[in-house]
Nanobody, 124 residues
Framework: QVQLVESGGGLVQTGDSLRLSCAAS????????LGWFRQAPGKEREFVAG????????YYADSVKGRFTISRDNAKNTVYLQMNSLKPEDTAVYYC?????????????????WGQGTQVTVSS
């Protein structure tokens, strides 16, 4: 199992940007596909973005397409989520997760390792 630690969350205004980082340890990050999920109070955890092992393919939830960008730096064992044009509905705890699965997984059950989450709050 790989250990994951998120950082970069905070309180911002509508239209602002944030970049979340997720640092891995204990395993080589390039062995895993990576994803970002989020969970708002009273709601189910939902998929946000995913990236393949080499970074050659990225994929997103419809709600964030055109605004968020996932990337990875395997040499630094780090995955990022650049969030632009933030909206109040983006407010949630954001989690990074790692998977052995191929095929552009979007389900939380497909991911094996999880970080503890970082809070993103977007004010109106």
């Amino acid at each position: 199992q790989v250990q994951l630690v998120e950082s970069g969350g905070g309180l911002v205004q509508t239209g602002d940007s944030l970049r979340l980082s997720c640092a891995a340890s204990g395993r080589t990050l390039s062995d895993y596909g990576l994803g970002w999920f989020r969970q708002a109070p009273g709601k189910e955890r939902e998929f946000v973005a995913g990236i393949t092992r080499s970074g050659s393919r990225t994929y997103y939830a419809d709600s964030v397409k055109g605004r968020f960008t996932i990337s990875r730096d395997n040499a630094k064992n780090t995955v990022y989520l650049q969030m632009n044009s933030l909206k109040p509905e983006d407010t949630a705890v954001y989690y990074c997760a790692a998977t052995w699965k191929y095929g552009l997984p979007r389900e939380a059950t497909d991911f094996d390792s999880w970080g503890q989450g970082t809070q993103v709050t977007v004010s109106s």
